[in-house]
């Protein structure tokens, strides 16, 4: 099973798809450079952030996590 820096690395992109970096960030509410680093796995998240991405998302913080 892949840690969980992987696992929200690979859902952000796959929820991204084609959008751009810029476009997809100001969707979920977080910095261009907090989602790059995120989906880079160079950055841990925090649970503000957390918080933040899923209430823009409308889902709970284990929908992010899995596979």
Known sequence: MADFATRLSR?????RGDQTLAA???QIG??????HDLEGKRQNV???T???ICKRLKCDI???FDT
């Open 30 to 35: 977080v910095s261009s450079s907090t989602l």
């Open 11 to 15: 859902k952000l992109k796959q929820l």
């Open 46 to 48: 925090t649970l503000k």
């Open 50 to 52: 957390l918080e933040c």
């Open 24 to 26: 997809f960030s100001r």
């Open 62 to 64: 284990g929908d992010l």
